[in-house]
């Protein structure tokens, strides 16, 4: 059994990774921390995990953890994880980071959204932790950068679409919605429910923290410098996600050549649904599960191309990707512990 580690349990990261890895059937939750909740067992956080799992919080004692554990969940705050995370792998013990500290290829554009990088050749070694795309290189990853929801919802179908140079590259606006669950457990005036009930509104428009990531590995392959128009919004409902992105087709290209893209790209890759023509993705279809389903429409008159995808932000978005990269890393079938609903 794959004994498994959680980093800062007691947020919703945290509670669906526990959820995901005691039914799983190759893994075990060895050790549980929260600096808040020390010594308390996760059932008196979260009631559902009464009669289930009581294990107790522990401190963050890096020696103590990498003891119980062959793998890691970093789920702690920007900075923070990139103060622990050297330390596991000096213990030899690999580790998932849910935080944006080893996301980047380049430090600067980090530094630029975030702050300062304390381990910047650990961030080299770093494999970005888009299951579908990255998957070979996760195999052999110490160290995975576990993507942002948001990026996942985009990127998933934009890479192929620039690796084969079948749209504008220049031309590319996502439009995105969140669950407010995106914004993490810690309250605040922003996602209080008089604020969020009954509401629908933008943020961060046009400088989310987010940007950079999605334009650095867009960039990376389409092999040019790409710059995109990303609003994101705040749903009111707790999980779930929606993205749409507009772009214009290259000259002659059909949607028969989109379609076949698609397919070939993703045929093999379980958590990826692609839908039929004129078909477009619900969030209530992927919430709870670790798919991401992918729908299009192109208008032959203006030669846009529409894309919709949805995810469960706290599935395949965050603790559902990072279990999916567990199981890469240890070859595993990949759907292992994600393919109940």
């Known amino acids: ?84 995370a050297p330390q596991f792998i000096k213990n030899n013990i690999k580790v998932i980071d ?38 070979l290189q996760i195999k052999n990853a110490n160290i995975i950068g576990n993507p942002g929801c948001y990026p996942t919802s985009f990127l998933l179908p934009m890479i192929p679409l620039v690796k084969e140079k079948l749209i504008d590259s220049q031309f590319i606006i996502s439009d995105s919605k969140s669950g407010v669950s995106g914004a993490g457990r810690a309250p605040s005036l922003a996602t209080h429910f008089c604020e969020t009930n009954e509401s629908f509104r933008p943020y961060s428009v046009t400088n989310h923290r987010h940007t950079p ?55 093999e890759k379980y958590f990826i649904r692609l839908l039929p023509k004129e078909a477009f993705p619900d969030i209530l279809s992927v919430k709870g599960t670790n798919f991401c389903d992918i729908g299009f429409h192109v208008d032959n008159e203006s030669g846009r191309l529409i894309i919709v995808s949805a995810i469960d932000n706290l599935l395949k978005g965050a603790a559902g990707q990072a279990v999916q990269n567990m199981n890469i890393i240890f070859d595993l079938k990949e759907y292992l512990g994600l393919n109940k609903l």
């Open 213 to 267: 990531e999605m334009e650095e590995k867009l960039s990376e392959h389409a092999k040019e410098s790409i710059k995109i128009t990303f609003v994101p919004h705040l749903l009111p409902i707790t999980r779930g996600m929606m993205t749409t992105i507009y772009t214009n087709l290259r000259t002659n290209v059909t949607r028969t050549h989109i379609e076949e893209m698609f397919h070939n790209y993703y045929k």
């Open 98 to 135: 849910l935080s944006a500290d080893y996301r980047f290829d380049n430090v600067n554009s980090y530094e630029k959204a975030y702050q300062k990088h304390s381990s910047k050749e650990l961030l080299k070694q770093s494999i970005y932790g888009l299951s579908e795309i990255y998957e």
């Open 1 to 84: 059994m794959i004994k498994v580690g959680i980093v800062g349990v007691t947020g919703y990261t945290g509670a669906e990774l526990i959820k995901l890895i005691i039914n799983h059937p190759e893994a075990e939750v060895s050790a549980i921390t929260s600096k808040t909740y020390q010594g308390q067992p996760i059932s008196s956080i979260f009631p559902i995990f009464n009669n289930i799992i009581d294990k107790k919080c522990q401190g963050l004692d890096v020696d103590n953890i990498s003891e119980q554990t062959d793998i890691v969940f970093l789920c702690l705050p920007h900075k923070i994880s990139m103060e622990y």
